[in-house]
């Protein structure tokens, strides 16, 4: 038994741990380029408003007042459901 064989075997663990790596490795979270629905505009997560045009991004919960985005179907905080606007759509 020579300690010729430790080189090898650590290449082994090394290459394994490549593999590991590579398979393991998820996409980074990027933070989301956001842009304003109305201009197209860059705009962060938590603007409350365009700062280009003016459009109000989000807006409060009718249920519970809580600030909620714009395209959120339902109110995290109380499950409201915001998409009542765009109902009403059947005929009646
Ligand atoms: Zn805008
Ligand atoms: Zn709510």
């Not at 109000?56 to 915001?82: A, F, G, M, V």
């Amino acid at each position: 038994m020579g300690g010729w064989f430790m080189p090898g075997f650590f290449m082994v663990i090394i290459v394994a741990v490549i593999i590991w790596l590579i398979f393991r490795r998820q996409p980074a979270p990027v933070p989301q380029a956001l842009s304003c629905p109305k201009c197209s505009g860059a705009i962060h997560a938590s603007y409350f408003r365009c700062p280009h045009c003016g459009d109000t991004l989000k807006h409060n919960c009718p249920n519970c007042s809580r600030i909620i985005e714009h395209d959120w179907s339902y109110c995290p905080y109380c499950n409201e459901n915001q998409s009542t606007n765009v109902e009403a759509t059947s005929s009646s």
